[in-house]
């Protein structure tokens, strides 16, 4: 069992950066791939980042491609996102994941745990 709590969140001027983390507990972190997605009002959750389990390999979509850097920490059992350059689209609720199975980290069915989620809001 992994538990998963995002912080960082907020409110920021569109131009403005945030740096996300998730904390999980367990001592098997390093063995999760990690990922972050996000969900904005109406719309379905989206992916916006990934991380393979030795940190070796990142993901993106190419709507946040030199925006967002995804990393982590395994001694600190953290992953962190740093979301730069945002604009009022990127206002959502973002969550991280942590999973084991095979599969695109692009897609849900990768994570079998996931946090609750924290708020970015980005004013214009």
């Known amino acids: 069992q992994v538990q998963l709590v995002e912080s960082g969140g907020g409110l920021v001027q569109a131009g403005g950066s945030l740096r996300l983390s998730c904390a999980a507990s367990?001592?098997?972190?390093?063995?999760?791939?990690m990922g972050w997605f996000r969900q904005a009002p109406g719309k379905e959750r989206e992916f916006v980042a990934g991380i393979s389990a030795s940190g070796g390999n990142t993901y993106y979509p190419d709507s946040v491609k030199g925006r967002f850097t995804i990393s982590r920490d395994n001694a600190k059992n953290t992953v962190y996102l740093q979301v730069n350059s945002l604009k009022p689209e990127d206002t959502a609720v973002y969550y991280c994941a942590a999973g084991r199975r095979s599969g695109s980290y692009y897609y849900e069915p990768k994570y079998d745990y996931w946090g609750q989620g924290t708020q970015v809001t980005v004013s214009s």
């Open positions: 367990g001592r098997t972190f390093s063995s999760y791939a």
